[in-house]
């Protein structure tokens, strides 16, 4: 069954600093895989997402991820933290029906000044 | 362009009720999709209306139903309510004829069960 892990469920990063948040996916077949951001009390907002060619994706506000096959992973990236990035931040799969998406447990955001 | 738009924005019930819960999605949008989030936890799917019929369902008891309309939108029934149904309910939007499965969700419905 395809899953998703997000191994982090908390990271705290300085504003400024860069940020790396990690995901884990598994899936038999190309996977079509999505970063979401979730402010408290809100919905969920598309940052990015990957379904095949250029394994180096781009997205809204400044972030990316890469898609490496051979470590079933598609990481979040962003050079350089704003404290206004704090949000929990889920990773997705689309399941092989092609209908839901499954996400991971989510990994919490926190920036400090 | 209005996005997915859901109501009510909070509700509070007592174990045992039924609920009612509606969506309506973007503009151009022809899918709906529920979830629930527990606290804490990422979003878990309930069900997926098109063409007015559940086109596939998650690991949710039939407690939980939906309908759809002909101008799309969206309502998702909870009967018998637990105590574990206290969550936010989302809803996702999606167009049958775009990329796969990019959803729109909306903000949600906040259910607290007593």
């Known amino acids: 069954a395809q899953s998703v892990t997000q191994p982090d469920i908390h990271i705290t990063v300085s504003e400024g600093a860069s940020l790396e948040l990690r995901c884990n996916y598994s899936?038999?077949?190309?996977?079509?895989l999505f970063w979401y951001v979730q402010s408290p009390g809100q919905g969920l907002q598309l940052l990015l997402k990957?379904?095949?060619?250029?394994?180096l994706v781009q997205g809204i506000k400044g972030f990316e991820a890469e898609f490496k096959r051979s470590q079933s992973s598609f990481n979040l990236r962003k050079p350089s933290v704003h404290w206004s990035d704090a949000a929990e931040y889920f990773c997705?799969?689309?399941?092989?029906?092609?209908?839901?998406?499954?996400f991971g447990k989510g990994t919490t955001l926190s920036v400090s000044s | 362009d209005a996005g997915v738009t859901q109501s009510p924005t909070h509700l509070i019930k007592t174990r045992g009720q039924q609920v009612t819960l509606r969506c309506s999605p973007k503009s151009g949008h022809d899918t709906v999709s529920w979830y629930q989030q527990a606290l804490g936890q990422g979003p878990q799917f309930i069900f997926q209306y098109y063409e007015e019929e559940e086109r596939q369902r998650g690991n949710f008891p039939d407690r939980f139903s939906g309908h759809q309309f002909p101008n799309y939108s969206s309502e998702l029934n909870v009967n018998a309510l637990l105590l574990g149904d206290s969550a936010l309910y989302l809803c996702?939007?999606?167009?049958?004829?775009?990329?796969?499965?990019?959803?729109?969700f909306g903000p949600g419905t906040r259910l607290t069960v007593l």
């Open positions: 990957y379904f095949s060619g250029d394994t």
């Open positions: 899936y038999g077949a190309t996977p079509y």
């Open positions: 996702a939007s999606s167009n049958s004829g775009g990329p796969p499965n990019e959803q729109f």
């Open positions: 997705a799969v689309i399941n092989q029906a092609g209908t839901a998406l499954i």
